[in-house]
């Protein structure tokens, strides 16, 4: 069982940053590729990146490249979403997840999920 903790999400203006963290707990954190989702209200969970097992690659939704950065920290069991020019259209709550398989961007294939945080984009 892994446990998964995000933080970090807020108000934040059109154009600024936030950087969400999310800390997990139980398994070895570097078993898992860690991926990073989204849900706007009335809409389905939309997959925003990716990172492998020891951070070498990642993968993101054409939406969101070039904006958003995923890194993790497999010391301290962290996993972070960088997020630059933010804009309206990008709030939404935020999960992290982990999983066994790497380029699948399908929340099916990811087996952990923490509670989410919301980010809010004013324009």
């Known amino acids: 069982q892994v446990q998964l903790v995000e933080s970090g999400g807020g108000l934040v203006q059109a154009g600024g940053s936030l950087r969400l963290s999310c800390a997990a707990s139980?398994?070895?954190?570097?078993?898992?590729?860690m991926g990073w989702f989204r849900q706007a209200p009335g809409k389905d969970r939309d997959f925003v990146g990716e990172?492998?097992?020891?951070?070498?690659?990642?993968y993101y939704s054409d939406s969101v490249k070039g904006r958003f950065t995923i890194s993790r920290d497999n010391a301290n069991n962290t996993v972070y979403l960088q997020m630059n020019n933010l804009k309206p259209e990008d709030t939404a709550v935020y999960f992290c997840?982990?999983?066994?398989?790497?380029?699948?961007?399908?929340?099916?294939?990811?087996?952990?999920w923490g509670q989410g945080t919301q980010v809010t984009v004013s324009s």
């Open positions: 997840a982990g999983g066994r398989r790497f380029r699948t961007s399908s929340s099916s294939d990811y087996d952990y």
């Open positions: 990172i492998s097992w020891k951070g070498v690659n990642t």
């Open positions: 139980g398994r070895t954190f570097s078993d898992y590729v």
